[in-house]
């Protein structure tokens, strides 16, 4: 579903959000695993999650161009714990082969598609995917340093592509299981564990109805000051006589509103769009 049609969320789904990524945190130092699911043989990769199968790419409008950008659907603006693995003897050379790992996937509390990196530093002799849990990660007694990075990266069931892209996920681990996620990197800029967002205007009539064929409109693009991947959506309400993509750019909305043409809503929806062109 994309963001000019977002569902709303209430205050007690964001208030499972915080409690589960302060339980996360305070896990990586007391041996804490949040709601362990009971064991399972042998377990396959994570399957069945509730996300298409082809994440679609959208047209949009920036500063009256057009701009694409995929659409993962709503999410908070909080990241949550991934760990990689780092040489202790030299923090900043990775574990070649050893895959990161997750405490938590899409339907679980405490689920975002926007992680903060925690390195685990091994020593030399470690093996590569020897640990794969956050529970074997803490039992180990290694290091485990939080950074300040935050990435994108949302998990998605094995075989899920984008479309118009030949990108395939990566791979890490879940409480022992392969799962699978798609990395889009670090440009979501964040404050601790809070992800920062720009705008997003997305169009509605009166009556709460989308406007047929109206593109949503962003004003930042990758690289640019402010941009991030997560959006947060402003409604742009419009009275019966405006017609589709007649507003293209931000500058022209805040001018309609000032104007009285159109009112604007700032919402508490936040929505996972990476930029792609």
């Given at each position: ?186 440009a979501s800029p964040a ?62 909305i805040l001018a309609a ?21």
């Open positions: 579903m994309g963001p000019s049609s977002p569902p709303r969320k209430g205050v007690s789904a964001v208030i499972v959000v915080i409690v589960g990524v302060i339980l996360l945190v305070a896990g990586l130092g007391a041996g804490y695993l949040l709601g362990r699911p009971a064991s399972v043989p042998a377990p396959g990769p994570v399957d069945g999650l509730a996300r298409p199968n082809v994440i679609p790419r959208v047209d949009g409008w920036v500063r009256n161009a057009s701009v694409s950008y995929l659409d993962y659907g709503p999410q908070p603006n909080i990241a949550v714990p991934i760990l990689a693995f780092f040489q202790a003897s030299s923090p900043d050379t990775p574990v070649a082969g050893q895959r990161n790992i997750i405490d938590t996937i899409p339907g679980q509390p405490g689920y975002s598609d926007f992680w903060r990196v925690y390195k685990v530093l091994v020593p030399s002799g470690y093996v590569a995917n020897s640990i794969r849990s956050l529970a074997d990660a803490v039992a180990s007694g290694y290091v485990i340093e939080a950074t300040g990075l935050v990435v994108n990266c949302p998990v998605v069931n094995p075989g899920t592509t984008i479309q118009g892209s030949s990108a395939t996920p990566t791979v890490g681990w879940y409480r022992g299981q392969e799962v699978y996620y798609f990395d889009h990197g670090a404050d601790g564990f809070r992800v920062l967002d720009a705008p997003i205007y997305a169009f509605f009539r009166g009556d709460g109805t989308p406007v047929a064929g109206q593109r949503n409109v962003i004003d930042v693009l990758p690289g640019e000051p402010g941009y991030s991947d997560l959006w947060r959506v402003v409604k742009v309400v419009v009275d019966a006589s405006y017609v589709a993509n007649s507003l293209r750019d931000a500058t022209s509103s000032v104007a009285g043409q159109v009112t604007l809503e700032t919402t508490a929806i936040y929505v996972n769009c990476p930029v792609v062109n």
